[in-house]
């Protein structure tokens, strides 16, 4: 008797529920600014690198300028005397060739047999710096040639040279200007980290009012997905608040279906109310007829007659009940079950019936009809105090998944498992003293499946039948 039976599950019935997935990545907003956000990130990156080719570009052709210039002016400064030796004293202007081991330095040396001599700059003094040879830097047709080599302290030289005749006896000199490039790639390098600082801070600004203003166009979409959670959840009729010209065809065709399914609603309901009167005379009639021939025909007429007036009633309500799936109705449990209890133990005066609210459950919402509420835990409770032999308690939990747990147990004779798989059948007794027609645990079951909820029997703390259904639970609040 202590295991649980595998009665009505209709939970079971449920599609097994499939994966989802995870919150952000299967979020619009989410693809939306993660796209943009990387189009930023791609773009800032390629404006980055064009900006700092474009730069260095421009700073080494602007620096190699510069020392040519400078080649040309020292060629110009420069002459030999009738001996054939080199003079002149050669003024480029910048204080860098007067600074021992600047990076900057010029040298004129005799390129022929009949020149002779040498001038240098002052940074250079009588050191010298060795020339590249002419296979791996040929001259040009104007001989001139220009290539990088190290320098005296380990810096990167660029190197502008050129052999010039200087006189019509073909005296002939060599002449070399050397800039400090690593200077210029200190600079480059000072710029691109300069460049990478602004660009990120304005391309992580770009991504954060990128993704606001996302956010902000995306609004419109949340306000209708929580404004269809509370037509939903029951707290309000109709989808209802100031929506965009983007999405407002789409709030009017989603008030149009709820109107059109409500109005589907009241015609089954309509239809339903129709057959119950349309069958309730006939069945009338054949309780008189069964009453009028009386005997034992007439006690069968009249018990099967009762039997059928149960049967179609419990059908209408289970049509009705189907007719109402997925509307929109709310019902307090609390005023119902103490309702029950009042009437209960009025009935039952020789029965103790007792009410436990677990914490947090105060204030539920049953999904559903009043009468359905009222049916099942009616019978649940019929059924205990017809057994018990002198306590019932009833308990309203809270479930998983926020549903909704009632509970009522006795303390009578109980069931066994196989027991109390058959109570569950339809017009099982186990009792024929008891009156009844044995419909209802099956009743229960029926409108517990047709709530997508579940119903259990097992063994009661206090001896007896424990029944428990899970009904689904509104969200509290008022229906707007």
Do not use: C
């Not at 959840?233 to 065809?249: D, M, N, V």
């Not at 309509?270 to 069945?283: D, E, F, M, R, W």
């Not at 309500?317 to 133990?345: C, N, Q």
């Amino acid at each position: 008797m202590a295991a649980e039976p595998e009665a009505a599950e209709p939970g079971d019935e449920r599609p097994a529920p499939t994966r989802e997935r995870t919150r952000f990545t299967g979020s619009l907003t989410f693809r939306v600014v993660s796209l943009s956000s990387v189009w930023v990130v791609a773009a800032f990156l390629v404006v980055a690198g064009l900006i700092s080719n474009l730069y260095e570009r421009t700073a080494q052709s602007g620096f190699e300028a510069v020392v040519r210039a400078q080649l040309y002016n020292l060629i110009n400064s420069v002459t030999v005397d009738d001996g054939g030796a080199l003079s002149g004293v050669p003024n480029l202007g910048d204080l860098r060739y007067s600074q021992p081991l600047s990076g900057w330095y010029w040298e004129v040396i005799p390129a022929s047999a009949n020149t002779e001599g040498r001038l240098a700059s002052f940074s250079l003094g009588p050191r010298t710096i060795a020339a590249q040879p002419t296979e791996l830097a040929p001259f040009d047709m104007q001989y001139r040639r220009d290539y990088r080599t190290e320098g005296l302290d380990g810096e990167t030289l660029y190197v502008e040279e050129a052999e010039v005749v200087l006189d019509q006896e073909n005296h002939t000199a060599r002449f070399r200007v050397m800039g400090n490039a690593s200077v210029v790639q200190s600079d480059i390098a000072a710029f691109d980290r300069k460049m990478a600082l602004y660009l990120g801070f304005f391309g992580l600004g770009s991504i954060v009012i990128n993704a606001l203003a996302i956010l902000y166009g995306l609004r419109p979409l949340t306000s209708v997905r929580r404004a269809l959670a509370d037509v939903r959840a029951g707290r309000a009729e109709r989808l209802r608040g100031g929506f965009p010209a983007e999405i407002r065809p789409l709030a009017l065709e989603m008030n149009a279906l709820i109107d059109s399914n409500r109005r589907i609603v009241e015609r089954a309901r309509t239809q339903v109310g129709n057959l119950a009167h349309s069958l309730k005379t006939p069945v009338a009639v054949l309780l008189n007829e069964a009453s009028a021939i009386g005997g034992e025909k007439g006690r069968i007429v009249a018990e099967q007659g009762g039997i059928m007036r149960r049967q179609v009633q419990h059908y209408l309500d289970r049509a009705r009940v189907a007719a109402i799936d997925g509307a929109i109705v709310r019902t307090p449990v609390e005023p119902v079950l103490e309702r029950l209890l009042k009437v209960m133990r009025r009935l039952e005066p020789d029965i103790s019936f007792e009410r436990r609210v677990a914490a947090g459950s105060a204030g539920f919402m049953f999904a559903g009809e009043q009468q359905d509420l009222e049916e099942t835990v009616g019978n649940l409770l019929e059924n205990a105090a017809k057994y018990g032999r002198g306590r019932v308690v009833l308990h309203l939990e809270r479930a998983a998944n926020e549903s909704l747990r009632i509970v009522v147990e006795d303390d009578g004779p109980g069931l066994s498992e196989e027991e109390m798989v058959q109570a569950m059948k339809r017009g099982r007794r186990f009792d024929e003293r008891q009156a009844g027609s044995g419909l209802g645990l099956s009743i229960v079951a029926d409108t517990v499946l047709q709530y997508r909820g579940s119903f259990r029997l097992a063994r009661s703390e206090i001896g007896g039948l424990r029944a428990e259904v899970i009904l689904p639970r509104a969200p509290d609040g008022p229906m707007s």
